[in-house]
């Protein structure tokens, strides 16, 4: 079945570590996108691409790089220098017809040890 | 900028209906989405409704959309307690793609 597999589930990282989330989908889509979850904050975008080789800062991308070097993959690095890393990260991604939606990973849990 | 709002809970009792409310700033939207998140689970699409529209019932989720007003509505009827979870509503711009989302609100079902 086509999706977005997103690992590891669960990630811990110790202070001045940089950690690499994976994205990746196999539904053929050009766009990817990546979310930040807080409690009651709802999800704000880090960065995203829309082809590959190209990307964009999205509201709180600070602390974060991305690469899009393949169209089925868009890893985040979480860098030391995201003073508050701790969050649910979701992965999406859409087939950039304006009547369809994102479809979405199933997340991985930060944690600072 | 664009803004998306919504009350962060809900509390009803299994068999009642529920409704959950969102108000969004940008004229220009497109589409507006409702996703359902429950525990430590990605989003799902659970129904959207294009901007030149009133009203898209499935099944037991209606959704309502009063432009003039910039407010959407989703309508769960019966609600079971498997309808527990945090539900957002998100809309798209004129181009699609990104998505702007609420704050999410969370619903509890009572037995």
């Known amino acids: 079945d086509g999706g977005i597999t997103q690992s590891p589930k669960y990630l811990f990282r110790k202070e001045g570590q940089n950690v690499t989330l994976s994205c990746e989908q196999n539904?053929?889509?050009?766009?990817m996108y990546w979310y930040r979850q807080d409690p009651g904050q709802g999800l704000r975008l880090i960065y995203y691409s829309q082809i590959v080789n190209d990307f964009q800062k999205g509201d709180i991308a600070e602390g974060y790089s991305v690469s899009r070097e393949k169209k089925e993959s868009f890893p985040l690095t979480v860098t030391s220098a995201q003073k508050n890393p701790t969050a649910f990260y979701l992965c999406?991604?859409?087939?950039?017809?304006?009547?369809?939606?994102?479809?979405f990973g199933d997340g991985t849990r930060l944690s600072i040890l | 900028g664009e803004d998306v709002e919504q009350s962060l809970f809900l509390s009803v009792r299994e068999g009642d209906s529920s409704v959950i409310n969102c108000t969004y700033t940008?004229?220009?939207?497109?589409?507006l989405y409702w996703y359902k998140q429950e525990p430590g689970a990605g989003l799902q699409l659970l129904t959207y409704?294009?901007?030149?529209?009133d009203m898209k019932q499935d099944q037991r989720l209606t959704v309502l959309l009063n432009k003039k007003d910039k407010h959407l509505s989703l309508r769960i009827a019966d609600t079971q307690t498997g309808d527990s979870a945090i539900y957002f509503c998100?809309?798209?711009?004129?181009?699609?793609?990104?998505?702007?989302f609420g704050q999410g609100t969370e619903l509890s079902v009572k037995p």
């Open positions: 999406a991604s859409w087939p950039g017809t304006v009547n369809q939606p994102q479809h």
């Open positions: 539904l053929n889509h050009d766009a």
């Open positions: 409704i294009f901007s030149n529209m």
């Open positions: 998100a809309e798209s711009g004129a181009q699609g793609g990104k998505l702007i």
């Open positions: 940008d004229s220009s939207s497109t589409y």
